[in-house]
């Protein structure tokens, strides 16, 4: 049995530059309950009176998980975690000799002292606790045996394995595991894997099936540096690779997208489950395939996150896929007119970098020599701006180029001072994006125009979709 703990709020809040308001951090807190992750860290309340204000409300919501406080190995921080509410305290100190000699400057029986001491006074409060010997997977094997016996006499039933650095290799994890279980008196075993050389998830698998109890994640994999396991991906390769089903999977994009919003840290579009083109095929070979049976190029349905499969239409693209486009619109056509327009579409890519359904919809009115009535499903949208007039417009501007879905920014003269290209694919998506938009410091109004049809520019080269 896999446990999952989400430490989004604690390990996630130390992104660089990432910071939550407490009616986010509540949220967050509300929506992996929904996930129903056995435990949440809210937060190392010594940090800061906001973060203890957040843990103290989290721990006073009333959730089925078990909320976390991370703590330093300090009487007062052990007192302020309990003062908030939480259930259990994390109490972390490092055992490897780098840690011990350069950053704490204390003996290895110094340490041992140290942690036994705060985790019994921990006890002594009546919290749970967990610990974590921080940077364990450098730290001498002997010795951390020693140290996390040492703390779950003193009272710890949780040991959080902390691969720190994110050094471990699956086969390396799965031994050390095994050690860990032959030589640790009983206790649960938290994993905690940084993701540095890409291996965080992979690690955390391979630990469980060693024998260790829980897996540390983030939404988003959020983290100092480059973060620990996501969310998602952790969830749905347990469930689809290891058959575990005690969450629920549908909530995990609208968690996911609310990170986003909330951390300004945008997912890379080729992020695993979550990621924009976790479902979406490109060549003819692939597209062929996944229309005839999805299980071709599909490791598992989409429909599991509520989401669906999307077929990119370029120079790669076959037949089938312009055929399949086609007729999601109603638009009928010979073969001979498939043919021709295909080619069409081939020639064109060549210059540019994304075609939308609005060029495809007019490729085909040109070679079919029908004017075709429908209106696109993915939208592009003209957003007008006008900027507070004590505000610089390029400070606005640059703002609005980190939002994924603006591919364009211009600055203009009239009434407006900035026009923005925007490409997203639903009516609801557009509203989410200008209420993002307008919430811009310095946007004083917008006004939206949806693009029906697009004229200029095509076959020879021009595209506003690709510029900015
Ligand atoms: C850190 C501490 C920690 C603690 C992990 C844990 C780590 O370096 O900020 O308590 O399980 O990575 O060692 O996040
Ligand atoms: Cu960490």
Redesign the pocket.
């Given at each position: 049995m896999v446990a999952i703990l989400d430490t989004t709020l604690r390990?996630g809040e130390?992104t660089p530059y990432v910071n939550f308001s407490l009616s986010e951090k509540l949220e967050i807190a509300r929506l992996l309950d929904q996930v129903g992750v056995e435990m949440i860290e809210a937060g190392d309340p010594s940090v800061s009176p906001s973060i203890a204000t957040a843990v103290g409300k989290i721990a006073g919501l009333g959730l089925k998980a078990e909320v976390v406080a991370?703590s330093m190995a300090i009487k007062k921080s052990i007192d302020i975690a309990k003062s908030c509410g939480a259930d259990r305290v994390?109490i972390?100190f490092a055992t490897s000799s780098i840690h011990l000699d350069n950053k704490l400057h204390k003996s290895q029986n110094q340490a041992l002292e140290i942690i036994c001491e705060h985790i019994a006074y921990a006890r002594s409060l009546g919290l749970k606790v967990r610990y974590?010997p921080?940077?364990a997977t450098r730290t001498e094997f002997g010795f951390l045996i020693k140290v996390c016996n040492a703390a779950i006499e003193a009272g710890a039933d949780r040991i959080?394995f902390?691969d720190?650095l994110g050094i471990l290799q699956p086969h390396i994890m799965y031994e050390r595991v095994c050690a860990l279980r032959e030589n640790l008196m009983p206790c649960k075993i938290?994993l905690?894997c940084?993701n540095d050389y890409g291996l965080a998830l992979a690690n955390a698998m391979a630990g469980i099936r060693a024998g260790a109890d829980c897996v540390?994640t983030t939404v988003n994999g959020l983290g100092?540096r480059t973060g620990i396991p996501d969310l998602a991906e952790t969830i749905v390769a347990f469930h689809n690779l290891e058959g575990l089903n005690q969450y629920n999977i549908q909530p995990l994009m609208g968690i996911s997208s609310y990170l986003e919003k909330v951390s300004g840290f945008f997912l890379a579009p080729n992020k695993p489950i979550t990621g924009q083109n976790a479902f979406t095929h490109k060549s003819g070979v692939h597209t062929n395939g996944v229309l005839k049976d999805p299980k071709t190029y599909e490791p598992f349905d989409p429909a599991m996150l509520g989401r669906e499969r999307k077929i990119v239409i370029d120079k790669y693209t076959g037949k089938s896929a312009v055929a399949s486009r086609l007729d999601e619109y109603g638009i009928e056509v010979s073969p001979a007119e498939l043919d021709v327009i295909v080619t069409r579409i081939k020639n064109l890519s060549d210059n540019r970098k994304q075609l939308f359904d609005t060029d495809i919809i007019e490729i085909a009115e040109k070679v079919t020599g029908r004017e075709i009535d429908v209106i696109p499903h993915d939208i592009n949208a003209l957003v007008m701006l006008e900027v507070e007039s004590h505000v610089y417009t390029t400070s606005v501007v640059r703002r609005l180029r980190s939002f994924k879905d603006v591919s364009a920014v211009y600055e203009v003269t009239g009434e407006y001072d900035i026009s923005a290209i925007v490409n997203v694919e639903n009516v609801s998506a557009l509203n989410n994006l200008i209420e993002e938009l307008r919430t811009v410091t310095g946007v004083k109004r917008t006004e939206t125009r949806v693009i029906l049809k697009k004229y200029s520019g095509i076959g020879n080269g021009g595209n506003h979709g690709n510029a900015g």
């Open positions: 390990e130390q991370h994390a972390f974590t921080e940077d959080s902390a720190t938290d905690h940084h540390h100092e």
